[in-house]
């Protein structure tokens, strides 16, 4: 502390270019400044300043000191700022958006809404690539690498798209063994809202990715009708695993062409990079890392429909 006091000295002594002036602001004496400068001078082994006795000017070597103290003591102002963040409550509004599966998150986010009820959610719940920082939004949980390097990210976990049916449907049908024989199925696809591109099934051989031209039997710009739709043994849908983790331990719900699926997905949280946070946003990155985590596991278990259903 009695070098960052020194520090402080040095540098009010160069905006003020007067030791006298210095002093007067830090309430202390022209003597005293000119000593702690003195043994400032002492310890690094160089001068930091040319004396006249009208006035003073940095050194080449003081000016360039004086751009890191600058630098090392506006931290230090921000660390004192952001522990006196810590200890106001979190309150205020706090915007936020999700992506389609977001729905998935809701009990967390009500979960956050009950332990700080004096933070308001505005919860923004699409697949369209947002703007986090020209939107004005505080935080966002999205897919992908993020992009921009003005935002900070934590990671939250993964999951996969599976290819799903019902085990009625492929005992009608017969299970699909290779990607090709998705031209004898019913589809059940989806249309991403935001753009209307109907979604590519995650499938390759190889290592190389198939485009498979799927025949779909309905088409769908929500996740619901989808999984309905596979559950009542009327097609094939291509779904997040963490949409239908229930059904697929249920056994409602099993997975085809896992051989030819290699789909991992990551989700992060990001938010606008700041000195430090503000007590409604720490609070709600740490307890979505916390309690989103464990739902997002870095791999999922898959059920293979082989084991459930005879082949074709």
Same mark, same amino acid.
């Given at each position: 502390?009695?070098?960052?006091?020194?520090?402080?000295?040095?540098?009010?002594?160069?905006?003020?270019?007067?030791?006298?002036?210095?002093?007067?602001?830090?309430?202390?004496?022209?003597?005293?400044?000119?000593?702690?400068?003195?043994?400032?001078? #002492?310890? $690094?082994?160089?001068?930091?300043?040319?004396?006249?006795?009208?006035? !003073? &000017?940095?050194?080449?070597? *003081? @000016? /360039? +000191?004086?751009?890191?103290?600058?630098?090392?003591?506006?931290?230090?102002?921000?660390?004192?700022? #952001?522990? $006196?963040?810590?200890?106001?409550?979190?309150?205020?509004?706090?915007? !936020? &958006?999700?992506?389609?599966? *977001? @729905? /998935? +998150?809701?009990?967390?986010?009500?979960?956050?809404?009950?332990?700080?009820?004096?933070?308001?959610?505005?919860?923004?719940?699409?697949?369209?690539?947002?703007?986090?920082?020209?939107?004005?939004?505080?935080?966002?949980?999205?897919?992908?690498e993020p992009g921009?390097?003005?935002?900070?990210?934590?990671?939250?976990?993964?999951?996969?798209?599976?290819?799903?049916?019902?085990?009625?449907?492929?005992?009608?049908?017969?299970?699909?063994?290779?990607?090709?024989?998705?031209?004898?199925?019913?589809?059940?696809?989806?249309?991403?809202?935001?753009?209307?591109?109907?979604?590519?099934?995650?499938?390759?051989?190889?290592?190389?990715?198939?485009?498979?031209?799927l025949s779909g039997?309905?088409?769908?710009?929500?996740?619901?009708?989808?999984?309905?739709?596979?559950?009542?043994?009327?097609?094939?849908?291509?779904?997040?695993?963490?949409?239908?983790?229930?059904?697929?331990?249920?056994?409602?719900?099993?997975?085809?062409?896992?051989?030819?699926?290699?789909?991992?997905?990551?989700?992060?949280?990001?938010?606008?990079?700041?000195?430090?946070?503000s007590p409604k946003?720490?609070?709600?990155?740490?307890?979505?890392?916390?309690?989103?985590?464990?739902?997002?596991?870095?791999?999922?278990?898959?059920?293979?429909?082989?084991?459930?259903?005879?082949?074709?």
């Amino acid at each position: 502390m009695e070098s960052l006091g020194s520090l402080d000295v040095f540098v009010r002594s160069c905006d003020c270019r007067s030791f006298t002036a210095a002093g007067q602001q830090l309430g202390i004496s022209a003597s005293a400044v000119s000593k702690a400068i003195a043994r400032l001078e #002492e310890r $690094l082994g160089v001068r930091l300043f040319h004396r006249s006795t009208r006035t !003073i &000017s940095p050194t080449p070597e *003081g @000016a /360039l +000191f004086l751009e890191r103290c600058r630098r090392i003591l506006s931290e230090v102002e921000s660390a004192e700022a #952001e522990l $006196l963040q810590t200890q106001r409550a979190p309150q205020g509004r706090l915007r !936020i &958006s999700v992506p389609s599966v *977001g @729905a /998935l +998150f809701m009990p967390t986010l009500a979960d956050f809404q009950r332990r700080y009820p004096d933070v308001a959610l505005d919860i923004d719940c699409s697949d369209r690539l947002v703007d986090v920082i020209e939107e004005g939004f505080d935080a966002v949980i999205r897919t992908g690498e993020p992009g921009d390097s003005r935002l900070m990210a934590r990671v939250l976990g993964a999951y996969r798209r599976v290819i799903v049916g019902a085990p009625d449907y492929f005992q009608r049908t017969g299970v699909p063994q290779r990607p090709e024989d998705l031209a004898d199925h019913a589809c059940l696809l989806y249309r991403y809202p935001s753009t209307g591109k109907t979604d590519v099934w995650p499938l390759s051989r190889d290592g190389r990715p198939l485009a498979m031209d799927l025949s779909g039997s309905m088409v769908t710009n929500s996740l619901d009708p989808q999984i309905c739709f596979a559950e009542q043994g009327l097609g094939i849908a291509c779904i997040p695993d963490i949409a239908v983790r229930r059904q697929l331990d249920e056994g409602q719900l099993i997975t085809v062409l896992d051989d030819y699926n290699q789909d991992h997905t990551t989700f992060r949280i990001l938010w606008p990079s700041s000195r430090y946070l503000s007590p409604k946003l720490r609070v709600f990155v740490d307890f979505v890392v916390e309690h989103l985590s464990p739902l997002l596991p870095s791999s999922a278990t898959s059920r293979r429909a082989t084991t459930v259903v005879g082949d074709r």
